[in-house]
T-cell receptor, first 112, second 112 residues
């Protein structure tokens, strides 16, 4: 089946350091979404990317969709302890009936 | 406030028993979804429904059943046929044609 690979699986950073997580698909995506799940919580929608090469920013978070629409990244500048959680990407494949495939997630731990 | 309510938050089940997890939304969303989350495996789709009285199997539907008799409600039954039901179950909803899901707070099911 269609898979969205996400790396790394875990990341520990010192507070103030940057963090990046990557999503890769073997086939072209129609769009991609990013979610954040705090420890013990549920996923919360962050953003959607639709266009090839699209870049969107939310304060310290920068989201990018690859030119071929097969990969995406989330970059956090100067991490804070409030950034702790698991970040998931979720891609919709062309022709898919409004269901998306979630990546395995990257668990971020920020050391104060 | 609009949102999705899942109940109960924690559920313990004896082997061989069926249990039903509740999911109710007041967001007027047409589409609803059930996901299962296991450590290190991200979110896997169990069932989804685009409209009342219609639903489709997801990637791991075996051992589960759903109904969609009302727009607001999408209960999930975990049957005794599900071989490894212990997991965190998440319900989500979205407006028709969109992929920005709103998730409930989840039900943690444990088989004892």
């Amino acid at each position: 089946g269609q898979q969205v690979m996400q790396i790394p699986q875990y990341q520990h950073v010192q507070e103030g350091e940057d963090f990046t997580t990557y999503c890769n698909s073997s086939t072209t995506l129609s769009n991609i979404q990013w979610y954040k799940q705090r420890p013990g919580g549920h996923p919360v929608f962050l953003i959607q990317l639709v266009k090839s090469g699209e870049v969107k920013k939310q304060k310290r978070l920068t989201f990018q969709f690859g030119e071929a629409k097969k990969n995406s990244s989330l970059h956090i500048t100067a991490t804070q302890t409030t950034d702790v959680g698991t970040y998931f990407c979720a891609g919709r494949y062309s022709g898919g009936y409004q269901k998306v495939t979630f990546g395995t997630g990257t668990k971020l731990q920020v050391i104060p | 406030d609009g949102g999705i309510t899942q109940s109960p938050k924690y559920l313990f089940r004896k082997e061989g028993q069926n249990v039903t997890l509740s999911c109710e939304q007041n967001l007027n969303h047409d589409a609803m979804y059930w996901y299962r989350q296991d450590p290190g495996q991200g979110l896997r789709l169990i069932y989804y429904s685009q409209i009342v009285n219609d639903f489709q199997k997801g990637d791991i539907a075996e051992g589960y059943s759903v109904s969609r008799e009302k727009k607001e409600s999408f209960p999930l039954t975990v049957t005794s046929a599900q071989k490894n039901p212990t997991a965190f179950y998440l319900c989500a909803s979205s407006r028709s044609g969109t992929e920005d899901y709103t998730f409930g707070s989840g039900t943690r099911l444990t088989v004892v």
